[in-house]
């Protein structure tokens, strides 16, 4: 039997076990922002590196970057962020608070109920520092507000250092920066967090097909990473909500705890942001509304070798959140099983590939030499394997280590006793199923990987 789970419930669990802290804690926080902490940081770059995987490793049309964070105004001003990445912003003249006007659900303030409102005027959400020693208006740069724009300027780098010919991607993951007016519900709306992005440029009229095949293409992954179809809603952007770049945008809403709300977002963003990034935009036949650009020294298209035809690709871009996808994720895993009796155990039944530890060796016998000795062989070889973070956990009670690995998702638990001593084997313990068995110390290897990486 499964409880309902709250955000309070996994905020709870999240600080208790060592996942994720409110950051600046210890002098009074700072907000929208959170710091993973021992267990956080592995599933999250677990989530990563899954990504990173299913987009890079698996396919030969995909490319990696890792881009500086730091960008210049020029590139924010002809990517059209400067003049309309803003949120509509209104201020309570009675108490001062601030809100964004799109998601107020009454017209009273939230703070103090007040009616007295300003109109909504547009608030630009990027984040500006100043950039070497001298502080003057022309040395300023702005924190990337998504990954994607360092992608679409190292567009050319890119073709011409991997003769990559259409349809192509470039896949980064990074961090991203937004002064969100009113950051909330947890890890969901953060000011600092990071996005995992793939733009993937396609020849001009086979991109609504693309759009299409991409969104299934991250269905199916999401289910891959335990968030299945069931509990997702595709959400077809009406075009007066589109963002400026954007043709069509498909989000992927999944149910968090606070709501449905978007995970993914799924855009064609044409041949906007290349056009408007390229010089001599009359010799080049782009479609759509571009910025008029005088300054960028590059043509951002890809020439045919045998007509010598120039073309401006258009992109679909699939761009996830890893922090909504840790919520998400943590929010499909954690289940509150009762026992009967009165009993209960909290289960993170996280996908083995995302757990944090994917196996803990327990000594039955805390400081015991023989039993630790043998433990630590079995930490370090299947430590080799790579699968990974593997804990020696000598605190000699079986039943306590069970209960904090259920709890933070750890697979397996091996527990080495003094059979172990006579007969080289130890016991196993599932922990979907809390099903104990015997197995060959030689035959561990095998077992874990079949579960990790199946
Ligand atoms: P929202 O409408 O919720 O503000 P958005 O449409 O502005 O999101 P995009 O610009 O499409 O978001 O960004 C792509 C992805 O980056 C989102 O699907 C989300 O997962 C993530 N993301 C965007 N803003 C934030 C944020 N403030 N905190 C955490 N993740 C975010």
Same mark, same amino acid.
């Given at each position: 039997i499964l409880t309902a789970k709250t955000m309070e419930e996994l905020v709870a669990l999240c600080k208790r076990r060592g996942f994720i802290f409110q950051s600046n804690e210890i002098y009074g926080g700072l907000q929208g922002l959170y710091d993973y902490g021992p267990l956080g940081v592995e599933l999250k770059n677990n989530l990563k590196q899954a990504w990173w995987r299913s987009m890079v490793?698996?396919?030969?049309?995909v490319e990696g970057l890792d881009a500086s964070?730091?960008?210049?105004?020029s590139v924010l001003k002809f990517s059209g962020h400067e003049d309309t990445f803003t949120d509509p912003l209104v201020d309570c003249?009675?108490?001062n608070s601030r809100w964004r006007a799109d998601q107020l659900?009454?017209?009273?303030?939230?703070?103090?109920?007040?009616?007295n409102l300003t109109d909504p005027r547009p608030f630009n959400l990027m984040f500006k520092t100043s950039v070497g020693p001298v502080e003057d208006s022309d040395s300023f740069a702005y924190l990337?507000? @998504?990954?994607a724009q360092h992608i679409f300027t190292n567009f050319k780098n890119v073709v011409d250092s991997t003769s990559k010919s259409l349809p192509f991607g470039i896949a980064q993951i990074g961090k991203a920066f937004r002064n969100e007016i009113t950051p909330r519900n947890f890890i969901f709306r953060v000011r600092e967090f990071e996005q995992m992005e793939l733009e993937f440029f396609v020849i001009p009229g086979s991109d609504e097909d693309w759009h299409k095949e991409w969104v299934e293409s991250r269905l199916a992954w999401w289910a891959e990473q335990g968030v299945p179809k069931d509990n997702l809603e595709l959400y077809h952007v009406p075009s007066d909500e589109?963002?400026?770049?954007?043709?069509a945008t498909v989000d992927i809403m999944y149910k968090f705890p606070h709501g449905l709300e978007e995970l993914e977002g799924i855009a064609n963003r044409t041949d906007f942001d290349l056009g408007s990034h390229?010089?001599?935009?009359?010799?080049l036949d782009i479609n759509s509304s571009v910025m008029e650009n005088k @300054?960028?020294?590059?043509?951002?298209a890809i020439q045919?070798?045998?007509?010598?035809k120039w073309t401006v690709p258009y992109v679909i871009e699939p761009s996830a959140g890893v922090d909504r996808g840790v919520l998400a994720v943590l929010n499909e895993a954690y289940k509150v099983e009762d026992?009967?009796?009165g009993k209960s155990r909290t289960v993170l039944a996280l996908r083995p590939h995302l757990s944090p530890i994917k196996a803990a060796v327990i000594p039955l016998?805390?400081?015991h030499e023989g039993l630790v000795g043998i433990a630590s062989d079995i930490k370090k070889n299947l430590q080799k394997l790579r699968l990974g973070r593997i804990l020696l956990e000598n605190t000699g009670n079986i039943g306590k280590s069970y209960r904090r690995h259920d709890e933070i998702g750890t697979p397996l638990c091996i527990t080495v006793d003094f059979e172990t001593l006579e007969d080289d084997s130890v016991t196993i313990r599932d922990r979907d199923t809390m099903e104990q068995n015997r197995i060959k110390i030689s035959d561990l290897p095998k077992y874990l990987e079949n579960l990790i990486v199946k």
């Open positions: 490793f698996d396919r030969d049309d964070i730091l960008t210049k105004p003249k009675e108490c659900k009454t017209p009273n303030c939230p703070s103090c109920g007040s009616s990337r507000p @998504e990954t589109l963002a400026h770049y954007s043709k390229s010089k001599n935009q009359d010799e @300054e960028s020294n590059s043509r951002l045919d070798q045998e007509t010598k026992l009967g009796e016998k805390k400081n």
